[in-house]
């Protein structure tokens, strides 16, 4: 408190300021506030990472077809995504890379891509086991493949 003179009085006045009550009624208005849009942002970080796991894979589809206009097949499995960046013995002068500027990045929840050559039946195919790392799942877990 402090001591206050105006027109010749002397006085006490308040100091302004919350009280406890007013704090904690803010405070869980900030709580519900929070339980109601915090679920809602953490689904849509689960749709984003999926989203950015197949721009990630289709980036890498088109590396591979630079890779195979250049040296007339796509990457044997033993090969795998890595020849995209460095030439590996078997490709010879043909290879006119790196198909990639950055390397090869894990998968958005931090696992590496899976690579099957053309051996596997199809041009090739690349898959993201998804959030949990093993094949199968639903929603995050599920795996996401090229083509």
């Not at 519900?32 to 989203?51: D, H, I, R």
């Amino acid at each position: 408190m402090e001591v206050v003179i105006k027109g010749g009085k002397t006085g006490l006045r308040k100091a302004a300021g919350f009280t406890l009550l007013e704090l904690l009624v803010v405070i869980v208005i900030i709580g519900l506030l929070a339980a109601y849009v915090g679920p809602k942002y953490f689904a849509q970080l689960g749709k984003s990472e999926v989203t950015i796991a197949k721009a990630q894979i289709e980036a890498f589809e088109k590396a591979l077809d630079t890779f195979r206009l250049d040296v007339g097949r796509y990457p044997t499995t033993e090969e795998g995504l890595n020849v995209l960046v460095t030439t590996a013995p078997s490709v010879g002068a043909k290879w006119n890379g790196p198909y990639l500027k950055k390397g090869i990045p894990p998968d958005p929840w931090g696992h590496p891509y899976k690579y099957k050559g053309p051996e596997a039946g199809a041009e090739f195919i690349i898959t993201s086991e998804g959030r949990n790392g093993q094949p199968g799942g639903e929603g995050e877990d599920a795996d996401i493949t090229s083509r």
